[in-house]
């Protein structure tokens, strides 16, 4: 039942945000469009409560409690920094807003947009591993905890593995390519020179 709820939020996320943008810039109906994508953080809240009441029932905790507690997380990560991508290419293809910024492919410009992509993973992971132990709490000696815990630490290393990523276009900033060829410059011809 959980992974079934997870997969409706993901695909409520995605609905909830066409409708909301296809309202604000389509219908010409902007409040009602706001009004729509508040509705997005609920869809989380509904898999904290139902996760939360699965536990209580006795279920026991299992990959499906982690994977529950990392989509949230990813989702407080993540969720405000892909409504407002979206937002900015939806405004641009149908209601004549500017074409939205592009993330810098190259040197330290690059590397400090990794750097915050690299902090929201964090929040995702802190968010999760919050959860995940709250959880353990919630469970106590009742039940076997481990899932849980392996969960906590699949989102540290996930972290992790993020941070390492993000530290590379630091260390190696990535450089425009250069032109294959170099560029000819032509002498003007002398006075009296043929040809």
Not at 10 to 37: D, K, Q, T
Not at 38 to 43: D, F, G, H, K, R
Not at 96 to 117: D, S, W
Not at 120 to 141: K, S
Request: proline share 7%.
């Amino acid at each position: 039942m959980i992974v079934t709820l997870i997969i409706a939020c993901e695909i409520g996320f995605w609905v909830l945000l066409v409708v909301g943008l296809a309202l604000r810039y389509l219908a010409r109906m902007p409040r009602l469009g706001a009004a729509v994508l508040l509705l997005e953080p609920l869809l989380e809240v509904v898999l904290l409560v139902v996760t939360t009441i699965d536990l209580k029932n006795g279920a026991e905790p299992d990959w499906k409690h982690g994977l529950a507690a990392m989509y949230i997380g990813f989702t407080v990560g993540y969720g405000h920094y892909t409504i407002k991508r979206i937002d900015g290419w939806f405004a641009h293809r149908f209601a004549g807003g500017p074409p939205p910024v592009k993330p810098p492919k190259y040197g330290m410009a690059r590397a400090r947009h990794e750097g915050r992509l690299w902090v929201r993973t964090v929040v995702a992971a802190a968010v999760a591993a919050v959860l995940l132990q709250i959880a353990i709490w919630y469970v106590g000696d009742a039940g076997n905890t481990d899932s849980l815990l392996a969960w906590q630490f699949n989102a540290a290393r996930v972290a992790g593995i993020h941070g390492l990523i993000a530290l590379t276009y630091t260390l190696w900033p990535k450089k425009p390519p250069a032109d294959d060829e170099p560029v000819r410059v032509e002498r003007p011809s002398s006075v009296g020179e043929k040809g």
